[in-house]
């Protein structure tokens, strides 16, 4: 990985099954020029030997040209990742992130509000973000518990906060991610549209411009109908080119859907 030129995508696979050897996790500290990488975790594992590998491994890494991280999980969405916070802090403040991320995938993670308007805060260059609510999904026959968890990320309070106050956009210690394009993200739609149409409308551009697209997925059981008002004034943006906005339904992971 040391020796990788600048330009290279790199995937590492996680196959995490000797828990005790895990314990001990320290990989050697690495500094590389790869412009992707990509962390998947492909077998069973416990929750919290994932993050402790995943947070030792960013914490060990630093990656002063990536363009584009993202985390993925196998079994998604009957498996999740819990997010590895402090690993990531430490490798984007190490890589200066702040100038080079400008795609992070975290549409397969479990991440708290407050951790990931503080990733936001040391990415200010992103411009593609994924992520994603998340929902449990029952058990097969024989399964004495769910799988997955219940979890609620795309609320009024985080479409408030990435919402750009006039004059704002060009002053990064009061606008987080300025630079963002595309959003894209699965969601229980538990938001208030007119909330979310004062993101978009916040973001939107010139014609001349690269339009803001959001492309939402809404998970199993959670369809409603978007607001009529709303849902015309989006179709008026998309129609002028300053913002394209597309609801679709997302995978649900349940076989019998």
């Known amino acids: 990985m040391s020796h990788m030129p600048h330009g290279v995508k790199f995937r590492v696979e996680f196959v995490l099954e000797n828990d005790d050897e895990l314990d001990a996790y320290e990989p050697p500290t690495t500094t590389s020029n790869i412009s992707h990488l990509s962390m998947n975790i492909v077998d069973y594992f416990d929750l919290n030997h994932c993050t402790l590998v995943l947070n030792n491994t960013l914490k060990s890494l630093t990656l002063p040209h990536l363009s584009k991280l993202s985390f993925s999980v196998r079994e998604f969405p009957r498996d999740r990742i819990c997010w590895p916070h402090a690993g990531f802090m430490a490798c984007a403040h190490r890589s200066s992130f702040q100038t080079s991320l400008e795609s992070l995938l975290l ?16 990415v200010p260059s992103l411009k593609y973000l994924s992520i994603g609510d998340h929902q449990s999904i029952p058990g097969s026959h024989g399964e004495e518990k769910d799988h997955g968890v219940d979890h609620h990320l795309t609320t009024n309070s985080l479409l408030s906060k990435l919402t ?4 704002s956009a060009s002053l990064s210690a009061q606008a987080l991610i300025p630079n963002l394009r595309t959003l894209t993200f699965r969601s229980r739609l538990q938001f208030d549209d007119n909330v979310f149409l004062d993101f978009v409308l916040s973001r939107r551009v010139q014609p001349t411009s690269r339009p803001l697209t959001c492309l939402v997925e809404w998970l199993a059981g959670d369809f409603r109908e978007i607001d009529v008002d709303v849902s015309a004034r989006l179709r008026e943006l998309r129609a002028g080119r300053e913002a394209i906005v597309c609801f679709s339904a997302g995978y649900s992971g349940n076989s019998e859907d």
Not at 107 to 122: D, G, Y
Not at 164 to 167: I, K, M, W
């Open 107 to 122: 549409e397969e993670v479990v991440i708290t509000e407050v951790e990931l308007l503080a990733c936001l805060a040391a």
């Open 164 to 167: 750009l106050v006039p004059g």
